[in-house]
């Protein structure tokens, strides 16, 4: 897992670490030594812990015009014992909503396994973005992870699933990605009955 490196191939346009409206701002990493770690398994430093010890996650774009975010997680998202939604909600997501933030694109494809808890935490994340006819979107899972999600609450309040789980996203800008999300957000809702 530690060869697993966040994507970088944006960081000419953008970098957490030097972005003051980031929760990451003035994050110092060692690149030589190993500090993180997902159970027994030692992760990259550019990898930022948000309070879990399962999950780490990266930001690696933001737009404060268009108002939208990119993160790629990486671990075992466990909402049932460690809650991992609360340290993404609370240390991350609550620190970005101030400052114009309210479409929200979670890279999952390095989420090896997901436990369900309660659903409070995705529910207040989707009702802070309703006014402002954001969303939030997980892309790219592999498919226990989806078939895991999909047996949850939390399909009321995420998008996830269908064309969100095809997307080509690596080589291309971050602005096509968005169009990619909100296609296929609009092609998930067209399939619903009553559309």
């Not at 340290?87 to 620190?95: S, T």
């Given at each position: 897992?530690?060869?697993i490196e966040?994507?970088?191939?944006?960081r000419?346009?953008?970098?957490?670490?030097?972005?003051?409206y980031?929760p990451?701002?003035?994050?110092?990493?060692?690149?030589?030594?190993?500090?993180?770690a997902?159970?027994?398994?030692y992760?990259?430093?550019?990898?930022?812990?948000?309070?879990?010890?399962?999950?780490y996650?990266?930001i690696?774009?933001?737009?404060y015009?268009?108002?939208?975010?990119?993160?790629?997680?990486?671990?075992?998202?466990?909402?049932c014992?460690?809650?991992?939604?609360m340290?993404?909600?609370?240390?991350?997501?609550?620190?970005?909503?101030?400052?114009?933030?309210?479409?929200?694109?979670?890279?999952?494809?390095?989420?090896?396994?997901?436990?369900?808890?309660?659903?409070?935490?995705y529910?207040?994340?989707?009702?802070?973005?309703?006014?402002?006819e954001?969303?939030?979107a997980?892309?790219?899972?592999?498919d226990?992870?989806?078939?895991?999600m999909?047996?949850?609450?939390?399909r009321?309040?995420?998008?996830?699933?269908?064309?969100l789980?095809e997307?080509?996203?690596?080589g291309?800008?971050?602005?096509?990605l968005?169009?990619?999300?909100?296609?296929?957000?609009?092609?998930s809702?067209?399939?619903?009955p009553?559309?």
């Amino acid at each position: 897992m530690h060869d697993i490196e966040p994507y970088y191939q944006w960081r000419d346009n953008y970098i957490a670490s030097e972005d003051q409206y980031s929760p990451f701002y003035q994050q110092e990493y060692n690149e030589f030594q190993f500090t993180n770690a997902i159970y027994n398994y030692y992760i990259h430093p550019q990898w930022d812990f948000i309070g879990s010890g399962t999950l780490y996650m990266k930001i690696i774009f933001t737009d404060y015009d268009l108002g939208y975010s990119i993160f790629e997680m990486i671990g075992e998202w466990n909402d049932c014992v460690t809650d991992d939604i609360m340290y993404l909600k609370r240390n991350i997501v609550d620190h970005m909503l101030p400052k114009g933030i309210f479409k929200y694109i979670v890279i999952c494809e390095n989420v090896l396994n997901f436990h369900a808890g309660d659903e409070d935490y995705y529910q207040e994340w989707h009702e802070d973005l309703v006014e402002e006819e954001g969303f939030i979107a997980f892309v790219n899972m592999l498919d226990h992870v989806l078939a895991e999600m999909r047996s949850t609450r939390i399909r009321d309040y995420v998008n996830f699933g269908g064309p969100l789980n095809e997307i080509v996203w690596r080589g291309g800008k971050p602005s096509r990605l968005l169009n990619q999300v909100e296609i296929g957000i609009a092609n998930s809702l067209k399939e619903l009955p009553g559309w």
